[in-house]
């Protein structure tokens, strides 16, 4: 793995929950972010593609990619025939080159959190790649996601170890499903996140699908 990506993940991890500084440092990534990311060797863009080809049939379903950054998931997604995504994030930079990419129907600028500023029950699909770990989503942004997911919408995102361990995410993710608010329907194994890397070697994500409850 390049030494420059080394040094971004660095940056990125010692912002630890700093909003203005996570998206300062995102707005700077942002016009080299995906040949850093697909040299990283990270599969996860590869498993999510692969989870919604198997969940979402419908190829004009209505599908939110929250903390879309600049459209990686979006523009494999678009490339398999889905014409109706819409994506979010807290970064203009990102948003920006996310556009250039011509794969959304909708872009906006807003935060993943308890409360997602769009309407409750009105997506077909989410998926959230590379976005719910440390210092970038909290835990309630299950919660956001799950609010504006239609009833009976599979819910796909990758999660870290940290994330579900020390974050939170593990004891929401419980308590949706312990309430009935979702259900899994799958997850993978851990993956190394950065294959390559030997500072990151112990860095796991998997996917997961859950279907939000009718
Ligand atoms: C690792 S990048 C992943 C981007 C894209 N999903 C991908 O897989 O290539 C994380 C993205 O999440 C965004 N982000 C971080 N925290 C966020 C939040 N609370 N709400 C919305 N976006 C957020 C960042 O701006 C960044 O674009």
Same mark, same amino acid.
């Given at each position: 793995? #390049? ?18 500084? %996570?998206?300062? +440092? @995102? ?21 999510? *593609? ?10 004009? *379903? ?14 494999? +997604?678009?490339?398999?025939? @889905? ?12 948003? *920006? ?9 909708? %872009? ?14 009105? =997506? ?32 796909? =995102? ?10 939170? !995410? ?10 009935? #608010?979702?259900? %899994? ?5 851990? !993956?190394?996140?950065?294959? =390559?890397?030997?500072? &990151?070697?112990? +860095? ?5 699908? &859950?279907?939000?409850?009718?």
């Amino acid at each position: 793995m #390049t030494q420059e990506l080394e040094d971004w993940l660095d940056a990125v991890y010692k912002t630890d929950g700093d909003r203005k500084k %996570l998206d300062h +440092l @995102y707005d700077s990534w942002a016009r080299n972010y995906d040949q850093d990311l697909w040299a990283s060797g990270n599969p996860y863009i590869a498993l999510m *593609a692969g989870m919604v080809g198997r969940y979402v049939p419908d190829r004009n *379903a209505r599908i939110l990619d929250g903390g879309c950054g600049t459209g990686n998931m979006a523009e494999v +997604l678009h490339k398999l025939g @889905y014409a109706n995504i819409i994506g979010i994030d807290a970064s203009d930079g990102m948003l *920006a080159a996310a556009k250039t990419k011509e794969c959304y129907r909708q %872009l906006h600028k807003m935060l993943l959190g308890a409360r997602i500023d769009l309407p409750c029950d009105s =997506f077909d699909a989410i998926t959230a790649a590379g976005v719910l770990t440390h210092g970038h989503a909290p835990a309630e942004a299950i919660d956001g996601l799950v609010g504006i997911a239609k009833p009976g919408a599979p819910i796909i =995102f990758s999660i870290s170890k940290i994330a579900v361990e020390q974050g939170g !995410f593990g004891e929401r993710m419980a308590a949706l499903e312990e309430g009935g #608010t979702w259900n %899994l329907e799958e997850q993978t194994e851990p !993956f190394r996140t950065y294959p =390559f890397s030997s500072q &990151y070697k112990d +860095l796991r994500h998997w996917i997961c699908v &859950y279907r939000k409850a009718v």
